[in-house]
């Protein structure tokens, strides 16, 4: 008896290996480090802050204030009357940028479908570059000091960030098919991390000549990357003469079976699947789908309010995990942001690992789902970590393992796949758009959070905090629920038609 060409699986690893070339490599290297450079930045203000407080408020402590300055008009300089006003205000500033860039996410992903890509990311890299520079450097050059000036500032700066995300997915989803697809997307889903790492490296090496210096020195290396990529970035295999995606499928069948996508549906006969949701011309080159259409896309809205959910722990950690380490437990600053990286190894490992099981049974939910249930026991154990450093970095990495594993999937195979599915079969102009909606929900929930971790730490405590993160990676699990079950029961029915087949 016959297999059917669904039930026929080619190894993860010999279809990625078997149509990679040196532009794969170069692509993968380009979109990784570009998207690294544009989380180098955003870390750099995150690690500075404590220097931006203390030149925001008076401080006889302040090396740029000149000695024999009479107090009152070196005093009027200056935004703020004390430390905890300027806190409040940077603060402030975190949630503006992400709010921003949540709305430029959901319009970036439908501008990158209708323009070149290489176009859209090198200008959004080029331009933040510059924003950061006025940001942090010019006008600490120009001793100007405008709340206004700087809502507004990184209000641009979240939009023109916004560019990234989408762009690099969609780059990435032209050049890897879902041969592989989880496990290079799991590794390369690594870049924010490695920007973190980046710039906080990038900052303490010139920190101590001012903060405006470690602005300056992450917006110089992020203009040069945007410069780079807009000459040396390859958006899709076409533009060197290699066949698209897909292109293939109807000539072997395991190679049709390699390139479909993971979202199609399997219930579909052969001839429906030949239906498009965009109208494809004569030249082959079809047009992008509104967002409103990528919205309508099955597992899209259930896995951007999923991601929002997601997002929301997996960016309180990023943000608050070495303050409650130093809160919680009295350790040193510096300690506790070299203590918080293990969060970031296990998020690698995690999402690498779990998308390269993904791609052996070639399905997505039921593996979210298995290390989902797994966070939520890991974030229980956490909140009652010792008083141990040993002991915290290792809990501290699973929890990264569980959680921050299946983020790096939902924002870039899951998304991926989303944007490739069977209704836009033939096409890659919907990945950015899907992207965008599916990380713009995302930030969206990451920026509330934000606000509430705070308000729920100050009311409460930090065990309240954990028990909210625990709630929310349960309704991430809820919210793909759906999918889970539809997978659970392709996999069931693959393995009977399997055994019957033997």
Not at 289 to 312: D, N, T
């Amino acid at each position: 008896m016959a297999v059917p060409g669904s039930l026929r699986r080619q190894p993860a690893s010999r279809g990625l290996v078997s149509h990679c070339t040196h532009h794969h490599i170069v692509v993968f290297l380009l979109t990784f480090f570009s998207y690294s450079l544009l989380h180098a930045s955003r870390k750099t203000f995150s690690n500075v802050k404590v220097s931006i407080s203390s030149q925001w408020t008076p401080s006889c402590q302040n090396s740029t204030a000149p000695e024999l300055r009479p107090y009152e008009l070196w005093n009027s300089s200056h935004l703020f009357p004390n430390a905890e006003e300027a806190t409040l205000f940077l603060g402030t500033l975190d949630t503006i940028f992400l709010f921003s860039y949540a709305v430029g996410l959901f319009v970036s992903g439908t501008v990158g479908d209708r323009l070149n890509l290489r176009w859209v990311l090198s200008f959004g890299m080029c331009s933040s570059a510059l924003v950061v520079f006025s940001f942090g450097t010019l006008t600490e050059w120009l001793h100007f000091y405008n709340k206004w000036f700087y809502c507004c500032l990184w209000v641009v700066n979240g939009l023109l960030q916004s560019t990234g995300w989408p762009c690099v997915v969609a780059v990435m989803g032209n050049w890897f098919g879902k041969a592989g697809r989880g496990f290079v997307f799991g590794l390369w889903s690594a870049c924010a991390s490695v920007g973190n790492i980046l710039g906080a490296f990038l900052a303490s090496c010139v920190l101590k000549y001012g903060y405006e210096y470690a602005f300056l020195v992450t917006a110089s290396v992020q203009f040069a990357g945007g410069v780079i990529v807009f000459f040396g970035l390859l958006t899709s295999p076409k533009e060197v003469g290699l066949p698209e995606l897909g292109a293939d499928e109807d000539e072997v069948s395991v190679e049709e079976d390699a390139n479909r996508p993971l979202m199609g549906n399997d219930d579909v006969d052969d001839d429906d699947r030949n239906y498009s949701i965009q109208a494809t011309d004569n030249n082959n080159q079809p047009k992008a789908i509104g967002f409103f259409q990528a919205c309508c896309l099955p597992g899209v809205v259930l896995y951007s309010l999923a991601y929002a959910c997601l997002k929301l722990v997996n960016y309180s950690f990023f943000f608050w995990l070495p303050f409650y380490l130093s809160n919680n437990f009295g350790w040193k600053e510096a300690e506790a942001d070299q203590l918080s990286i293990w969060y970031d190894v296990g998020g690698i490992i995690g999402g690498t690992i779990q998308g390269l099981i993904s791609d052996v049974l070639q399905k997505r939910a039921p593996v979210l789902a298995v290390s989902l249930l797994f966070a939520v026991g890991s974030l229980f154990g956490y909140s009652r970590s010792p008083n141990s450093k040993p002991i915290n970095a290792v809990i501290m990495a699973i929890t990264g393992f569980f959680i921050g594993g299946p983020s790096n999937m939902i924002s870039s195979a899951i998304s991926a796949d989303l944007g490739r599915q069977d209704l836009v079969k033939g096409s890659s102009e919907a990945l950015a758009t899907v992207t965008g909606i599916v990380d713009g929900t995302g930030s969206i929930g990451a920026a509330v959070g934000q606000y509430l971790v705070s308000l729920i730490q100050e009311n409460l405590d930090w065990m309240w905090v954990f028990y909210f993160f625990i709630l929310m990676t349960s309704s991430t699990i809820l919210f793909i629920s759906p999918l889970i079950v539809r997978e659970i029961r392709l996999l069931l029915h693959e393995r009977c038609l399997r055994m019957l087949a033997e």
